[in-house]
């Protein structure tokens, strides 16, 4: 068995069952993928535009593919025809962007909106109030070619337990409170996607059902 299969196990089996895996596939080469893929692995993300269209065209056609990190609207249109899911939808004119290339490539896009819950000034993302904000302006009720389907968090990165669990806490408050706000009739609006490598069994424990894991897979990539 390979070392991606043998990790890949490892991870699947402390999982809970009904937590989906995005393998974290950023900076490898298309082999290590196939090497997943091959051991059963179909969701994959990335964090380049570039990156992942090269990786598309080479590989298997019944991967989902994902995009993960900050995302620069003149590169959405690269993505649109394919992409399943957008996890870190940070601006407004961001979500614009994608329902006009979703428009144009004749899709339904599926986003997360990221939140900022972490101590770190630098991360990109809504602050709670702002993504509150964002949703009452509306604007988004307006764009059919875009499907808000949840949020997405990263935690501070710290090894303190209890900021790591309170940051994801935070974010999982958010989710239940917009759910019930806007998309209580939405079962379409049900993706948390928090955890990745190191803190992905406090995340699961504090409410995720996606988690976004790269070094645990594919070792670490100098
Ligand atoms: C790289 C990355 C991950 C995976 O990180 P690992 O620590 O390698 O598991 C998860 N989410 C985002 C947004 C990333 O950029």
């Known amino acids: ?35 997943a893929y091959d051991a059963g692995q179909r969701i994959f993300g990335e964090s380049r535009a570039q990156e992942l269209c090269a990786k598309q065209e080479v590989l298997p056609t019944d991967i989902e593919w994902h995009f993960i990190g900050h995302l620069q609207p003149n590169k959405v249109k690269y993505i649109a025809p394919f992409v399943s899911l957008i996890h870190a939808v940070d601006s407004a004119k961001l979500l614009r962007e994608i329902e006009k290339q979703a428009a144009k490539a004749n899709r339904c896009i599926d986003c997360l909106l990221q939140l900022h819950v972490a101590a770190e000034e630098t991360k990109f993302g809504f602050t709670p109030d702002e993504c509150r904000a964002l949703l009452a302006e509306g604007e988004w009720k307006k764009m059919p070619h875009v499907r808000i389907c949840g949020l997405m968090c990263m935690a501070t990165n710290t090894d ?61 990539r100098g």
């Open 160 to 220: 303190d337990e209890e900021r790591i669990r309170q940051d994801f806490r935070a974010a999982a408050r958010l989710f239940e409170e917009i759910k019930e706000a806007y998309f209580a009739d939405e079962p379409s609006f049900s993706i948390r996607s928090w955890g990745m490598s190191d803190d992905y069994p406090l995340a699961t424990h504090e409410g995720s059902n996606m988690v976004r894991i790269g070094s645990r897979l594919f070792g670490i």
């Open 1 to 35: 068995m390979s070392e991606i299969a043998l990790n890949l196990q490892e991870v699947l089996s402390s999982l809970p069952p009904h937590v989906r895996l995005v393998a974290v596939s950023k900076f490898h080469p298309a082999e290590r993928l196939q090497e």
